[in-house]
Nanobody, 122 residues
Framework: QVQLVESGGGLVQAVGSLRLSCAAS????????IAWFRQAPGKVREFVAR???????YYADTVKGRFTITRDYAKNTVYLKMNSLKPEDTAVYYC????????????????WGQGTQVTVSS
C-alpha cells in the first residue's frame, strides 16, 4: 500500500510555471506507476501524465511539450513541472498510483492523493 500527498498548487498568471510534488510513503514506491490527473469544476477527471517504474513517461496531448513528469527515488517523490500555463489548465490536480504499466484511465489507479488546486489567471 502507498499513501500520496500532493503539494505545490497555487495561483499563477497565464504563461507562468508551477511545480507540483507528490510525496509517497511506503518502501514499494519504486514499483508503482505514478500519474497525474486533473479535474476542473463540472468536468470529468482527466489524465495528464504518467511515469512508469522504468521511468517511461507519457503525456496527454493537451499538455505535451509544456508539462514534464519526473521521479526522485531517493525522496519517494514524483514531480510535475508545468510551464506555459493556460487558464484551461485550472483544476484540482491529483497524483495516483497503480501497479499497472500502460494505463491512462482513472479506474485503473488504486491509490490517490487528496489533490492540490491550480488556478491560472488570464
Amino acid at each position: 500500500q502507498v499513501q500520496l500527498v500532493e503539494s505545490g498548487g497555487g495561483l499563477v498568471q497565464a504563461v507562468g510555471s508551477l511545480r507540483l510534488s507528490c510525496a509517497a510513503s511506503g518502501r514499494t514506491f519504486s514499483t508503482y506507476t505514478i500519474a497525474w490527473f486533473r479535474q476542473a469544476p463540472g468536468k470529468v477527471r482527466e489524465f495528464v501524465a504518467r511515469i512508469s517504474r522504468s521511468d517511461y513517461t507519457y503525456y496527454a496531448d493537451t499538455v505535451k511539450g509544456r508539462f514534464t513528469i519526473t521521479r526522485d527515488y531517493a525522496k519517494n517523490t514524483v514531480y510535475l513541472k508545468m510551464n506555459s500555463l493556460k487558464p484551461e489548465d485550472t483544476a484540482v490536480y491529483y497524483c495516483a498510483a497503480t501497479t499497472g504499466v500502460y494505463v491512462v484511465t482513472a479506474d485503473k489507479y488504486d491509490y490517490w492523493g487528496q489533490g492540490t488546486q491550480v488556478t491560472v489567471s488570464s
